[in-house]
């Protein structure tokens, strides 16, 4: 058991689980995260989505097409897919977990999503788990990489390996936040190195990430993976931007 499920069983007996967008105390026929009032506020990403990126088409009579993004860039991925739409409770619940250090949050999210079945993703289809790192530098400020926590939760859920040290950030870069699209890209380039090419070698990856923004830093990630030998990069996040 790691110190931070140790921390949780404890916290669970002490607090009882608190709903993580108005804090009401959970009853336990309600599920881990939200009371009924708040889980009606949450966008879950369903319905018909572009089979690349996952991004929602909103009344869409087509099927399984290519979104205009992906039709016109190249995408590193196989597929992007999310839990959740990135905004109100769970935009908050996420700045708890990142910002807030609220790592008790973070287990949480991290226990859900490694429960939800992510459409078109076959789990046993994957031989590795690699976190999207954080630069040591952003690690030192922050203390903890919040994608290593998403992913360890799925790791031990799913029995596929996580490696943490093989995907490096070696660049420091600015914050992605209140950056466009194309500045992102720019940004974000050529910031990740993979240290061993022999154990990427020919392996299907899970990439986990915290939030699919405009995906310039997953699919740099994913670049960096699929050149350094890997088969396939499926991008899983807890939640994502929708673009409208
Ligand atoms: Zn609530
Ligand atoms: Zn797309």
């Known amino acids: 058991m790691s110190l931070i499920e140790a921390l949780n069983d404890v916290s669970d007996v002490i607090f ?3 709903c993580l967008g108005c804090g009401e105390i959970l009853r336990p026929q309600n599920g881990k995260l939200f009371c009924p009032d708040c889980k009606e506020q949450i966008k879950f990403i369903t319905g ?3 089979p690349v990126c996952g991004t929602i088409f909103p009344d869409s009579p087509a099927k399984s097409h290519l979104c205009g993004n992906c039709l016109e860039n190249k995408t590193y991925y196989s597929c992007a897919r999310a839990v959740f739409s990135y905004e109100t409770i ?3 619940a996420i700045h708890q977990f990142k910002y807030g250090n609220n790592i008790s949050v ?3 999210l991290a226990s859900f999503m490694a429960d939800f079945s992510f459409p078109d993703v076959a789990f046993t289809d994957y031989s590795l788990i690699i976190p999207v790192p954080l630069h040591i530098k952003r690690l030192r400020q922050r203390g903890f990489n919040q994608s290593l926590i998403l992913a360890r939760s799925l790791a031990k859920k799913r029995q596929i390996p996580v490696n943490f040290s093989l995907l490096k950030r070696h660049k420091f870069t600015l914050t992605q936040t209140g950056l466009h699209k194309t500045e992102r890209k720019q940004n974000i380039k050529g910031a990740f190195e993979v240290s061993d090419k022999k154990i990427i070698a020919g392996k299907n990856v899970i990439l986990i990430d915290d939030v699919y923004t405009t995906g310039a830093t997953i699919n740099e990630c994913a670049k960096t993976l699929i ?12 939640a994502r931007v929708l673009h409208s």
């Open 90 to 92: 769970i935009l908050h």
């Open 106 to 108: 973070g287990a949480m």
């Open 227 to 238: 050149k350094a030998g890997a088969q396939k990069v499926a991008a899983l996040t807890l």
């Open 48 to 50: 018909d989505i572009c």
């Open 16 to 18: 009882p689980p608190q």
